[in-house]
């Protein structure tokens, strides 16, 4: 079958089939430009106050940002000088200031003693009479956790954990996908950040305290809704891992604030237990504060001492903190052979 078109003097003939593969081509032809102006995800003419806030500049794509380590679909994990230049924008460019920024009454003026105060006289905070008050919370709670008393029991502010996690997960090129083991978790102040970027059951830690584990297991992985990533969290002392399997084996390895609390004796034995769990030459074991464990025995003794083991020695390093005057130091270890 074919279409002439009486228009022309010699009569054009377009047969169907030749018809049909041009409309495929533009077809096609329109998809791919279509894609092409959409796959940036750039500002629409409507956010014009936003761009004033920020600054302005070029419109950019959502993974063109610079620095930090990067993840899954290009997430960044540190904070870049980009950022903390933008927050200062919007501080400036909304009139705020820091000496204003106090405690004031609000909607819900109570301190936390206050709080947990109300929570004893109030049942909690059901409001259910009876045999009712107990079918309604899926994780009943304690009120010392609903308050976040836990909060205070470190000695330094519990916004640190982030910094922690960012100076290590950098410092071994952490990947959704790599294994990590924490000795002395307590109440995932640096283990909630952890385990919301790795896959499931890729985060483990040993820790003694039964009170931390409370906290952990029924306040902070419930709140932050990280209950399906399965975290491996084993109660346990006198650096046991054998409950974390055989065969496994670690991309990092931390203890932060522990092993200075801890007798040497044990800390060597613990050190022994991890090397055959430390991956070979990438893997990495951070302790924080000091490292006297080793240091009282000499510089050459300590040295000969982890190599018996298979470890070296890597260094020193310090860490700034993003949101207080405060650095810590942690020192690197690493599987010296297979």
């Avoid at 990280?226 to 931390?254: A, N």
Wanted: contains cysteine; negative net charge; charged residues 20%.
């Amino acid at each position: 079958m074919a279409l002439s078109s009486s228009s022309s003097p010699k009569g054009i003939v377009v047969t169907v089939p030749v018809l049909v593969l041009s409309v495929a081509a533009a077809a096609i032809f329109l998809f791919f430009l279509l894609s092409s102006l959409s796959s940036c995800s750039c500002p629409t003419a409507t956010s014009a106050i936003a761009a004033a806030v920020s600054g302005g500049g070029d419109a950019k794509c959502l993974n063109s940002g610079s620095g930090g380590g990067s993840g899954r679909f290009g997430e960044r994990i540190s904070q870049t000088a980009e950022d903390v230049e933008w927050v200062n924008r919007q501080i400036e460019f909304n009139g705020l200031h820091m000496q204003q920024n106090v405690l004031r009454k609000g909607i819900n003026p109570r301190t936390r003693a206050q709080q947990l105060q109300d929570l004893i006289d109030f049942k909690g905070i059901s409001h259910y009479e009876g045999e009712e008050a107990s079918n309604h919370t899926a994780l009943p709670c304690p009120g010392g956790l609903l308050v976040e008393e836990h909060h205070s029991n470190y000695g330094e502010p519990w916004a640190g954990g982030r910094d922690v996690f960012e100076f290590l997960a950098e410092s071994v090129h952490l990947a959704p996908e790599s294994l990590v083991l924490e000795i002395g978790c307590g109440t995932l102040r640096v283990g909630l950040h952890f385990i919301r970027y790795l896959n499931p059951e890729h985060y483990h830690c040993l820790e003694r305290d039964e009170l931390s584990l409370m906290a952990a297991f029924r306040y902070e992985l419930p709140s932050q809704g990280l209950l399906q990533k399965r975290p491996v969290i084993v109660r346990g002392e006198d650096m046991d891992f054998s409950k974390f399997g055989t065969g496994v084996v670690y991309d990092l390895i931390y203890a932060s604030a522990v092993f200075l609390h801890m007798p040497d004796k044990l800390v060597w034995v613990g050190l022994e237990r991890l090397v055959d769990k430390l991956k070979p030459y990438e893997g990495r074991i951070f302790v924080s504060h000091n490292i006297k464990f080793c240091s009282r025995l000499g510089g050459d003794e300590c040295t000969k001492r982890l190599k018996n083991l298979g470890l070296e020695y890597l260094g020193k390093y310090t860490h700034d903190s993003l949101l207080f005057n405060h650095y810590e130091i942690w020192f690197g270890f690493r599987r010296s052979k297979a």
